[in-house]
Every structure is written in structure tokens, then in C-alpha cells.
């Protein structure tokens, strides 16, 4: 295996300068303008992506994922530390990086191949197909700066895909553009996996990572927490989402407290309908007396988050050994489609999650009014 992308001991500071509000006396003491603090979002982080890997970066808002990226990029110096890339990089970066506003698609496009390392013969052989894949024909000679969020991404994209690169570093960016653009830059994502090229993608939807990514990093606070196998990965980002993170518990590292062994239904089948009632029964197993809470999570086949359930409103008691757990919902509030079923059992805080079984079933809900899209609203009108 060869290492490719080597992250070594990396911090970045930020310097947030405080001109405003300033009084009298920090006027006075620093004459030459305002005061700032550091704000470190990296600190030593460490990590080796190898030839033909795809990672996953997990992370919630501001933990630095953004920031971690454009250093890899070249985009932002890091305050310390070293980063080496071996071989060609293209990185489709937040919204906007990489591209001059006041030139159009068509320069950008030579502006972006140029500082990638292209010639200009071979960023005229790969025009057409960059402009093919961004569907911006009608648009290539408008100036960025009129694009909307979706074509700043297609462009971005297009080009990123299209100029050969040995990695390839994508942003969450992605889930900007509309459903169709979406599923063909996964299956472009894919082709580059098959091609055994090197990935390292940011994305808030820990399905996608674990359905993508080999391996994923999960950054809190500007602090590597995990790097290991996607599913690991997930489970301490998702530990973090819902509190705490705790760094001395990793999985793996002793038998589980409680597993979920089993999710079954009165019927056998994970079907159900629209405002009906739907039960299910998850089949546990305690090593020793358990309180905590449960939580369900839906998504949509496409990983979208519908809803995660107030795990305080669901508290449960275990006994030691075998149990099984009813869990109803009165009545199902969603539209046609294909629902997947995540569900966790947290400890007695609601901090910390003890079980977690991600994706145990897929519910079909069937619905035989008019509305569509995820849940029904029911607007009562009046015409005055
Ligand atoms: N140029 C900058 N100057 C000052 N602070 C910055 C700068 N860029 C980023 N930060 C701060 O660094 C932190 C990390 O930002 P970053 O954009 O890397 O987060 P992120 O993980 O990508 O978040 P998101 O999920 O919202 O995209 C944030 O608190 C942000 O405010
Ligand atoms: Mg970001």
C-alpha cells in the first residue's frame, strides 16, 4: 500500500479579530487596531489515506472539515504541521472556492485546468467533456457569478471529474445539486473507485459514507476522534451527535452491555400504511439490569434523515439476559416510499450509545390519497 495523502501532526489557527465593541481601554492598549483571539480549528491532526482507499470525513458543523480539505488542497497553509500528496489532486471544494466570479464558465474551466498542471492543448481535448458533464452548454460563456449554487457545482464537479486526477477530495458540496446530478456524480465517484483512484469525501450522511467509504475520520471540534472502518467511524460520530463522545469506550474494545439481536414484526413483513398504527418488537439481550432510553431513526433510501425519535420519551428498564421490547407508533405519519429503520439504545442520560443497529429493516409504507413527497400536511383553507 502506498500512502498518498499524509496528514502529520496538522493544526490550523484562525485569527478572529474583535474590532468592534471595543472600549476605551483595549483601544488604548492595542493602538494598532483591534484585538483577536485564536481559534484553532485543527489541532494535530494525523492521519494517512493509501493508494485506491475512499475515506469518509464525518464531522458536525464547524468541527473542520472544510478547513482540513482546503489544506489538503493547497487552498489554506496549516499553521503547523505537513501534508504530503502524492500524484495529481483535484478537489471540488465549498461553494464558490476555486472559481473567479467575474469570469465566465468557459475561462474558469481553463483558469481551474491551468492550476491543476494542464496545458492548454489538454484542457481543449477535455473542454467538450467538462461542458458535457456540467450540462451547461447554454451557460459556459456566462460569468460565474450569475450561476446558481447547483451549475457552480456541476462546473466544479465536471471539472474535477474530468481532468484525470490520481485523488479526488469532494466536500459536502454535492448535496447541493439537484436529486438526478446527484446520483450521476455517485456514479462518477463510483467509475473512480473501480479505477482504483484515491477518494477523501466530507459528507453529513453517515449512509452515504458507510455505503461509500472503506474507512472514515470523524473530526470534533478541530480533534481526530476516530479513523477506522466506516460502520466504527459512524458509531462515534453518531455517539458525538448525540452527546457525548466517549474516547475510552471505542467499540470493540469489550462485550457490549446490550445488543440488539433481532427486529421482527406480528406479521413477518416490514409493510404498513399511511396514519395507520405500526408496531414492531426488538429482540435484546442485557448483561446485567439496564435503564436508558431507546431511539428510532428513518431515512430515506436515499439517506435522507426524516426523523429521530425524542429518546426521552421512550425510556426502558432492562433485566439481565434475553428480552424483548414492543415499540408502536400510533400512527405512522408517512407518504408512500421506502423507509429505513436505524434503531440505538442510549444510557441512562441520554448521553452515550450503548446499542446501535443501523438500517435493521426497510418499511414500505403504502398511502392511497393525493399528496406526495415524505408527509402529508393537511392545509385548511379559507378564501375571504
Ligand atoms: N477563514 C476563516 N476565518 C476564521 N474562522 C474560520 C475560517 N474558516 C473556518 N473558520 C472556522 O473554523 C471552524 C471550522 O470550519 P469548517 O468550515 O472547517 O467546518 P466544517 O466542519 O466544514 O463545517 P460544516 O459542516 O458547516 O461545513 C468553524 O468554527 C469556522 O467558523
Ligand atoms: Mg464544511
Redesign the pocket.
Known amino acids: 500500500m502506498t500512502a498518498v495523502i499524509e496528514v502529520q501532526g496538522v493544526s490550523k489557527h484562525?485569527r478572529?479579530h474583535h474590532e468592534r465593541h471595543q472600549s476605551l481601554k483595549e483601544r488604548l492598549i492595542h493602538p494598532g487596531g483591534g484585538t483577536f483571539t485564536e481559534?484553532r480549528?485543527l489541532q494535530e491532526v494525523s492521519f494517512t489515506v493509501n493508494s485506491s482507499e475512499t475515506v469518509g470525513v464525518l464531522?458536525?458543523?464547524?468541527?473542520?472539515?472544510?478547513?482540513?480539505l482546503k489544506c489538503i488542497c493547497g487552498v489554506l497553509q496549516p499553521t503547523s504541521g505537513q501534508i504530503l500528496v502524492r500524484g495529481t489532486l483535484a478537489g471540488l471544494l465549498e461553494l464558490g472556492a476555486g472559481f473567479q466570479p467575474e469570469l465566465s464558465g468557459r475561462d474558469n474551466i481553463y483558469l481551474s485546468g491551468s492550476m491543476l498542471g494542464l496545458s492548454r492543448r489538454s484542457i481543449d481535448r477535455l473542454f467538450d467533456s467538462i461542458v458535457d458533464f456540467s450540462e451547461l452548454d447554454g451557460f459556459i460563456d456566462t460569468q460565474v457569478k450569475f450561476y446558481s449554487s447547483g451549475m457552480y457545482v456541476r462546473l466544479g464537479f465536471a471539472v474535477a471529474v474530468n481532468v484525470d486526477p490520481d485523488v479526488l477530495v469532494v466536500d459536502?458540496v454535492l448535496a447541493v445539486g439537484d436529486e438526478r446530478f446527484q446520483s450521476k456524480c455517485m456514479d462518477r465517484i463510483r467509475e473512480f473507485q473501480k479505477e482504483g483512484r484515491t477518494i477523501m469525501l466530507?459528507s453529513?450522511n453517515a449512509d452515504q459514507v458507510r455505503s461509500l467509504c472503506d474507512r472514515a475520520i470523524v473530526?470534533d471540534h478541530?480533534v481526530l476522534l476516530a479513523d477506522g472502518p466506516s460502520g466504527e467511524s459512524v458509531k462515534i460520530f453518531r455517539e458525538a451527535l448525540l452527546g457525548e463522545s466517549r474516547m475510552d469506550d471505542l467499540p470493540g474494545e469489550h462485550e457490549e452491555l446490550v445488543s440488539i439481536d433481532a427486529v421482527s414484526t406480528a406479521t413477518g413483513r416490514f409493510d404498513a400504511r399511511t396514519g395507520a398504527p405500526w408496531a414492531c418488537e426488538i429482540a435484546v439481550t442485557s448483561q446485567e439490569a439496564f435503564e436508558g432510553y431507546l431511539v428510532l431513526e428513518l431515512h430515506t433510501h436515499v439517506g435522507t434523515l426524516v426523523t429521530r425519535s425524542d429518546p426521552t420519551s421512550a425510556p426502558i428498564a432492562l433485566n439481565k439476559g434475553h428480552q424483548r421490547i414492543g415499540v408502536n407508533l400510533p400512527e405512522l405519519p408517512l407518504l408512500d416510499g421506502s423507509y429505513e429503520l436505524s434503531i440505538g439504545l442510549l444510557s441512562q442520560f441520554g448521553h452515550g450509545v450503548v446499542a446501535w443497529r443501523e438500517q435493521v429493516a426497510t418499511i414500505e409504507v403504502t398511502y392511497d390519497g393525493r399528496a406526495s413527497g415524505i408527509v402529508p400536511i393537511e392545509p385548511k383553507v379559507t378564501v375571504y
Do not use: P, Q, Y
Request: avoid cysteine; charged fraction near 15%.
Open positions: 484562525f478572529l481559534f480549528a464531522g458536525r458543523n464547524g468541527s473542520g472539515k472544510s478547513t482540513l459536502e466530507v453529513h473530526l478541530g
